[in-house]
């Protein structure tokens, strides 16, 4: 059953074919159409197949389409392959459906660009990889998807070549990926090694089928091995410390795909390919615990950072950097489904949030400074009123998308003995509040900062780009119903039994009963930080906008660190940019290249041109001379046959 | 008179020829030595085959003899278009072919 599932990625493969090769003759209509109607068609496709897919019980939801062998060699066999599951359903729907959304918005985003064509085309392949990346059935073909995405990720980011900044930050985001994609396929070597397959369903059953061979590691064995090599992939994709550094500067690509691939999808991989590894993960404590220490510190700096940044994009690429370390925290307490739900929320308010500052840079003119806007609300309403929507599903606040999700990972902290975890997590959640409602009243509200020229211009954006605000804008506020938590008493967490089947394998971790009004609490706890939050950013920009440069002013030293994003730049430029160049100019270049290479091979025809002009003496013309040589070699053979007898 | 005789006069012969070739200037006098090379070498064809009653040296010589008149006849005609274009009959005049 269920063989059209390879149609879901083909269709924007030929989309994105279509585009590519032929969209310079194209007018411009045809090229949306192609683009939006091929992705469009998928997330009907998906919804079909996820739609059968709920018709079946739950134990049976396990669907593979085989389409042909792709590599046999020996006993190593890998198919090109997809599975639906729960999980990878998720995925489906979050990439067809925000992707569908995004794609119409870039037509009112993009419709003055040169190179239309071109964008629509990389959108389209950057979608085939992504649906390909989230269908696989085995790592093979995810690590196809995987770096496919990152392709699509570094021609969309330098989409805008001909600017320097732009061109070095798709670089930059192309090599920091590689740093983690090395660490990605070591691992699929060592599960490979260790399981002599790499098929999901059967490495995860072999563990969990397996206790002897594969117990629960308390100390650094296998898997937790195969574990932290594969979060090595997962930190370079999804942007966590240390290689987070790329996704800030990812922001010189165009908005739209600053909200598709750098915060509602691609960067969320990693935490896809975490869970959908779960059943590695759960059995190594210490990876685990890699894991959440690597989220929580993500999720704290990333806010930190993201209080003083005065550039749109850049305060929601920080933001996105601190919502990805929350995803990652949460798998790293135990906490999968919560993981993968508030990844479905975040999709959503991050990629309206990203939507809408597109918005509101294209209504007044290419600006991205926020402290050169405000008052923006009554010239772009919708916008407006649909960031107010996302802030808040961001904030926490109920009864929008992000307060179930991240309500659910706080209390997970709590509950699965994470007391320090936690703590930081809502310390990060009124961080996030205060510096995502201080992004909204610098930018709609107060005066009009914005240059004269701009200020005939603002204007609310067009039908095709407000629509998918709204569209997104609904989904924050219903979307985290489909989890609401079981203190809620509606029932069990749905979201959480829906995902079930794909975690069959995972070794439960939580199994902490607490008292039943504790969870309550523990939500007004941070329903109120979240508030807090907003209130201080209230204060700070609305009612005294100068109290904020005074505060600036006075904690001068933690406020340069914050704006300088701790140095981590410079240090990283400092200790490793500069060496590799110095050690490759110096060594490599004059060392190895010149004087060895080249060395060797000049030395080579010089030693040949030296004998050659001393050997050349024997050719002398004359006759009696090679009539000597002629004897004397005669003499030697002779000497020869007769010695060797 | 037995094989070591005729072997040993031929060795000379040889020898004498060879050293002939090697050190004299004159083309004429390196054509002579030549063909008194190629007659040691039939005189010990000659004592083999009467030393081994077989025929085979003696038709062996006939062709040697065969190749020194068609030898004969080339380096000759060698000798005189040297003669005519140097007016020489030195092989140390005839050096152009060197690098």
């Given at each position: 059953?269920?063989?059209?599932?390879?149609?879901?990625?083909?269709?924007?493969?030929?989309?994105?074919?279509?585009?590519?090769?032929?969209?310079?003759?194209?007018?411009?209509?045809?090229?949306?159409?192609?683009?939006?109607?091929?992705?469009?068609?998928?997330?009907?496709?998906?919804?079909?197949?996820?739609?059968?897919?709920?018709?079946?019980?739950?134990?049976?939801?396990?669907?593979?389409?085989?389409?042909?062998?792709?590599?046999?060699?020996?006993?190593?066999?890998?198919?090109?392959?997809?599975?639906?599951?729960?999980?990878?359903?998720?995925?489906?729907?979050?990439?067809?459906?925000?992707?569908?959304?995004?794609?119409?918005?870039?037509?009112?985003?993009?419709?003055?660009?040169?190179?239309?064509?071109?964008?629509?085309?990389?959108?389209?392949?950057?979608?085939?990889?992504?649906?390909?990346?989230?269908?696989?059935?085995?790592?093979?073909?995810?690590?196809?998807?995987?770096?496919?995405?990152?392709?699509?990720?570094?021609?969309?980011?330098?989409?805008?070549?001909?600017?320097?900044?732009?061109?070095?930050?798709?670089?930059?985001?192309?090599?920091?990926?590689?740093?983690?994609?090395?660490?990605?396929?070591?691992?699929?070597?060592?599960?490979?090694?260790?399981?002599?397959?790499?098929?999901?369903?059967?490495?995860?059953?072999?563990?969990?089928?397996?206790?002897?061979?594969?117990?629960?590691?308390?100390?650094?064995?296998?898997?937790?091995?195969?574990?932290?090599?594969?979060?090595?992939?997962?930190?370079?994709?999804?942007?966590?410390?240390?290689?987070?550094?790329?996704?800030?500067?990812?922001?010189?690509?165009?908005?739209?795909?600053?909200?598709?691939?750098?915060?509602?999808?691609?960067?969320?991989?990693?935490?896809?390919?975490?869970?959908?590894?779960?059943?590695?993960?759960?059995?190594?404590?210490?990876?685990?615990?890699?894991?959440?220490?690597?989220?929580?510190?993500?999720?704290?700096?990333?806010?930190?950072?993201?209080?003083?940044?005065?550039?749109?994009?850049?305060?929601?690429?920080?933001?996105?950097?601190?919502?990805?370390?929350?995803?990652?925290?949460?798998?790293?307490?135990?906490?999968?489904?919560?993981?993968?739900?508030?990844?479905?929320?975040?999709?959503?308010?991050?990629?309206?949030?990203?939507?809408?500052?597109?918005?509101?840079?294209?209504?007044?003119?290419?600006?991205?400074?926020?402290?050169?806007?405000?008052?923006?609300?009554?010239?772009?309403?919708?916008?407006?009123?649909?960031?107010?929507?996302?802030?808040?599903?961001?904030?926490?606040?109920?009864?929008?998308?992000?307060?179930?999700?991240?309500?659910?990972?706080?209390?997970?902290?709590?509950?699965?003995?994470?007391?320090?975890?936690?703590?930081?997590?809502?310390?990060?959640?009124?961080?996030?509040?205060?510096?995502?409602?201080?992004?909204?009243?610098?930018?709609?509200?107060?005066?009009?900062?914005?240059?004269?020229?701009?200020?005939?211009?603002?204007?609310?954006?067009?039908?095709?780009?407000?629509?998918?605000?709204?569209?997104?804008?609904?989904?924050?506020?219903?979307?985290?119903?489909?989890?609401?938590?079981?203190?809620?008493?509606?029932?069990?967490?749905?979201?959480?039994?829906?995902?079930?089947?794909?975690?069959?394998?995972?070794?439960?971790?939580?199994?902490?009963?607490?008292?039943?009004?504790?969870?309550?609490?523990?939500?007004?706890?941070?329903?109120?930080?979240?508030?807090?939050?907003?209130?201080?950013?209230?204060?700070?920009?609305v009612v005294n906008p100068a109290a904020s440069d005074n505060l600036?002013?006075?904690?001068?030293?933690?406020?340069?660190?914050?704006?300088?994003?701790?140095?981590?730049?410079?240090?990283?430029?400092?200790?490793?940019?500069?060496?590799?160049?110095?050690?490759?100019?110096?060594?490599?270049?004059?060392?190895?290249?010149?004087?060895?290479?080249?060395?060797?091979?000049?030395?080579?025809?010089?030693?040949?041109?030296?004998?050659?002009?001393?050997?050349?003496?024997?050719?002398?013309?004359?006759?009696?001379?090679?009539?000597?040589?002629i004897l004397a070699g005669a003499v030697l053979i002779l000497l020869?046959?007769?010695?060797?007898? | 008179?037995?094989?070591?005789?005729?072997?040993?006069?031929?060795?000379?012969?040889?020898?004498?020829?060879?050293?002939?070739?090697?050190?004299?200037?004159?083309?004429?006098?390196?054509?002579?030595?030549?063909?008194?090379?190629?007659?040691?070498?039939?005189?010990?064809?000659?004592?083999?085959?009467?030393?081994?009653?077989?025929?085979?040296?003696?038709?062996?010589?006939?062709?040697?003899?065969?190749?020194?008149?068609?030898?004969?006849?080339?380096?000759?005609?060698?000798?005189?278009?040297?003669?005519?274009?140097?007016?020489?009959?030195?092989?140390?005049?005839?050096?152009?072919?060197?690098?």
């Open positions: 059953m269920m063989d059209y599932l390879w149609l879901i990625p083909l269709l924007p493969l030929m989309g994105s074919a279509l585009n590519g090769i032929f969209g310079k003759r194209f007018p411009k209509p045809l090229i949306s159409a192609i683009a939006c109607g091929s992705v469009g068609a998928s997330f009907i496709i998906a919804v079909a197949a996820v739609t059968r897919l709920l018709a079946l019980p739950p134990v049976e939801r396990h669907v593979i389409d085989t389409m042909f062998t792709w590599i046999a060699s020996g006993d190593f066999v890998a198919k090109a392959e997809f599975l639906l599951d729960p999980l990878s359903a998720v995925m489906l729907l979050v990439v067809t459906g925000v992707g569908f959304l995004i794609h119409v918005y870039s037509i009112g985003y993009m419709h003055a660009e040169d190179g239309y064509y071109r964008f629509f085309a990389y959108l389209n392949l950057f979608m085939f990889s992504m649906l390909v990346l989230v269908l696989s059935a085995n790592f093979l073909l995810m690590f196809v998807g995987w770096e496919g995405v990152g392709l699509c990720s570094y021609l969309l980011i330098g989409y805008y070549f001909d600017r320097r900044t732009a061109a070095d930050a798709g670089k930059k985001a192309f090599i920091v990926n590689r740093i983690g994609d090395v660490g990605f396929i070591l691992g699929i070597l060592l599960i490979f090694a260790t399981f002599r397959s790499l098929d999901f369903t059967a490495i995860f059953s072999n563990i969990s089928g397996d206790p002897s061979r594969f117990p629960v590691e308390t100390g650094f064995g296998i898997l937790t091995a195969v574990g932290i090599l594969l979060f090595v992939g997962a930190t370079g994709k999804s942007a966590q410390i240390p290689l987070y550094v790329w996704l800030p500067d990812a922001m010189e690509g165009p908005t739209p795909v600053s909200a598709l691939i750098h915060a509602a999808t691609m960067v969320t991989a990693g935490v896809y390919m975490v869970v959908r590894c779960s059943a590695i993960f759960s059995r190594s404590p210490i990876t685990l615990g890699v894991v959440a220490f690597i989220g929580v510190s993500t999720a704290l700096m990333a806010a930190t950072i993201g209080l003083v940044q005065t550039d749109i994009k850049r305060v929601l690429a920080y933001s996105t950097v601190s919502q990805l370390g929350y995803m990652f925290f949460a798998a790293g307490v135990g906490a999968f489904s919560a993981g993968i739900f508030h990844l479905v929320t975040h999709a959503f308010f991050k990629a309206l949030l990203f939507l809408g500052a597109g918005s509101v840079i294209h209504a007044i003119g290419g600006e991205q400074d926020l402290m050169r806007m405000g008052g923006l609300r009554k010239f772009t309403p919708t916008t407006h009123a649909t960031m107010l929507i996302a802030a808040l599903a961001i904030s926490g606040i109920p009864p929008f998308a992000g307060f179930f999700s991240k309500d659910e990972i706080l209390w997970s902290a709590w509950v699965g003995g994470h007391p320090i975890v936690w703590i930081v997590g809502l310390a990060t959640a009124g961080l996030t509040s205060f510096y995502m409602f201080r992004l909204i009243f610098l930018a709609f509200y107060g005066s009009e900062r914005f240059p004269e020229n701009a200020r005939q211009h603002p204007h609310e954006s067009p039908p095709s780009m407000t629509m998918p605000l709204i569209a997104l804008g609904a989904l924050s506020i219903v979307g985290g119903f489909v989890g609401v938590s079981a203190w809620m008493r509606l029932g069990p967490n749905q979201f959480e039994k829906f995902l079930e089947p794909s975690l069959e394998f995972t070794r439960t971790i939580q199994s902490a009963n607490p008292a039943p009004g504790q969870e309550f609490i523990f939500a007004v706890i941070s329903v109120c930080v979240a508030s807090l939050g907003i209130y201080l950013a209230y204060r700070l920009y600036a002013r006075r904690m001068h030293a933690p406020y340069s660190l914050l704006l300088h994003k701790y140095y981590v730049d410079e240090v990283y430029d400092a200790a490793i940019v500069k060496p590799v160049v110095v050690g490759s100019r110096e060594f490599l270049w004059r060392g190895i290249d010149v004087d060895v290479i080249d060395g060797s091979v000049n030395g080579a025809a010089t030693m040949v041109q030296n004998a050659g002009s001393l050997l050349k003496n024997i050719q002398n013309g004359l006759v009696r001379s090679y009539a000597t040589w020869y046959i007769t010695l060797s007898q | 008179m037995n094989i070591f005789h005729c072997l040993i006069l031929s060795a000379a012969l040889f020898t004498i020829g060879t050293i002939g070739v090697i050190v004299r200037k004159n083309i004429i006098s390196i054509f002579l030595c030549i063909e008194l090379m190629l007659n040691a070498v039939n005189l010990t064809f000659m004592a083999f085959s009467k030393y081994l009653n077989q025929v085979n040296g003696q038709v062996f010589v006939f062709f040697i003899m065969v190749v020194a008149a068609a030898e004969a006849a080339v380096g000759l005609a060698i000798a005189i278009v040297l003669h005519k274009n140097r007016k020489t009959l030195s092989v140390d005049d005839a050096n152009l072919m060197k690098w």
